[in-house]
């Protein structure tokens, strides 16, 4: 697959740590609305002008936390979730944006391309976790941008997947292990999944 044909997103440059220069990245700032409107500028105008061309594949690469995955680990996320979006008060699910279709309220990744294959549930919020008891039980990666980015790719039918480095397990040390881990990952990133990315056929997206 041409390098020039994926766009990689990744919320801060010291994720990517200047590493990943012969591909197109977006650093899209923090947060799940910083993430939709950057991603959304380069999709529309891709669209609308075709320059430069829409991307075949978006991949979001950045850091998060997780309880049961060992820091320094790489994993995929598949499904994702809005998990500061909780309007049960009102009779809605929680994660389930109100008056959207309960549905569509878990965005799947539509890339056939995953060569570490774990297939994790990413839940997304505009806060940083360092308590899980307060978290749903079945996401198992806390991150600030991922479903804003999926849902993005969704409604421009673009492929779409992200691979996670753990940075943090979660708990009162988060803060601190995620600044210390957050630019080890991408070295990783590109052996595991961009070096792999290149001998995938394009014709499978």
């Known amino acids: 697959m041409n390098k020039k044909d994926v766009l990689i997103v990744s919320a801060l440059e010291q994720e990517t740590d200047g590493q990943l220069g012969e591909y197109r990245v977006l650093h899209t700032g923090v947060g799940k609305?910083?993430?939709?409107?950057?991603?959304?500028?380069v999709l529309q105008k891709a669209h609308l002008?075709?320059?430069?061309?829409?991307?075949?594949?978006?991949?979001?690469?950045?850091?998060a936390g997780s309880k049961n995955l060992?820091?320094?680990e790489l994993v995929d996320c598949t499904k994702f979730i809005q998990r500061d979006m909780n309007i049960t008060q009102l009779g809605f699910y929680e994660g389930q944006t109100?008056?959207?279709s309960?549905?569509?309220?878990?965005?799947?990744?539509?890339?056939?391309?995953?060569?570490?294959d774990k297939r994790i549930v990413c839940g997304s919020g505009d806060s940083f976790v360092d308590d899980i008891k307060k978290e749903s039980p079945y996401v198992q990666v806390f991150d600030m941008e991922a479903y804003a980015l999926a849902k993005v790719?969704?409604?421009?039918?673009?492929?779409?997947?992200?691979?996670?480095?753990i940075t943090d397990n979660v708990d009162e040390h988060s803060a601190k292990d995620w600044e210390e881990n957050?630019?080890?990952?991408?070295?990783?990133?590109?052996s595991e999944v961009l070096k792999k990315l290149l001998d995938f056929d394009e014709d499978l997206l």
């Open 98 to 100: 109100p008056f959207e």
């Open 153 to 165: 790719c969704r409604d421009y039918d673009v492929p779409f997947i992200s691979f996670k480095y």
């Open 33 to 41: 609305v910083n993430a939709a409107k950057e991603l959304t500028k």
């Open 102 to 116: 309960p549905n569509t309220m878990i965005v799947l990744s539509t890339s056939k391309f995953n060569p570490t």
């Open 49 to 63: 002008y075709y320059l430069p061309p829409m991307p075949k594949l978006v991949i979001n690469y950045g850091t």
């Open 182 to 190: 957050c630019s080890d990952g991408v070295g990783l990133f590109k």
């Open 70 to 72: 060992s820091i320094g």
